[in-house]
């Protein structure tokens, strides 16, 4: 018999202690934080807690996402062109209008991998201007984008924040804190995809929360 589930605490609203516990990591992540900035770590509404964590992207990550798909563009057309008896192994690389494809969507690619700052708290998130409430979500679903997800979250306040999962593994503590109020939203009930589900590994989380269901005198 597996032991009961424990979910960890939420940390303390204005010293973030005790932290949660590493979160699974759902795609390679970073452990370093970037400085404080007050101009680019979004603020939250007041009565909110500080925030503890946050990633506002870097010209780095982009030039490195924008040679990266530039790489998959040209490795594509290359076996395409050496599988095609009637072309050349580089008849691609004398059209001009092939390169331009290639470099408007490496741009547009390496755009999106930052579409915008995200910050913590110990029961919140935000990204960019759009605040949500991560221990009262009420919805948990994740889409799929090119070579990424994006977590589609609501609460039970009516807030919605549509934040891509490169933006918050950006800073592993801060992915932890999500992580947890994710967790505990499930427990108390809130809705998640079975994407997600399988991706974030919270099968044992829907399990007590469809227990709990079961248990409550609606069910009966």
Known sequence: MSEPLQLPPMPDRETGEPRPPRAP???PAKNSRQRWSRFRVPKPP????????????????QIEAFFVTMVIFI?????????DSDRGMFDWATDRTM??????????????????TVAAGADWLMQRKHFIKTYELTSIELE?????????????YGNEVSVSELAL???RRLWNLVYNGIRHSVV????IDSRAISRL??????AMRDARRSQSPEAE
Do not use: C, M
Request: charged share 20%; aromatic share 20%; no cysteine.
């Open 144 to 156: 799929p984008a090119i070579n990424k997800y994006t977590f589609e979250l609501q609460d039970r």
């Open 201 to 206: 590994q919270l099968h044992r989380e829907v």
């Open 25 to 27: 990591v759902i795609r």
């Open 99 to 116: 390169w331009i494809l290639f470099v408007v969507f490496s741009f547009l690619f390496s755009f999106g991998v930052y579409i915008g």
């Open 188 to 191: 108390n009930g809130a809705y």
């Open 169 to 171: 593994l950006g800073n």
């Open 46 to 61: 007041p009565g909110e807690g500080p925030p503890l964590e946050w990633d506002y992207g870097s010209l780095k990550r």
């Open 75 to 83: 490795g594509f057309f290359t076996v395409y062109d050496l599988l």
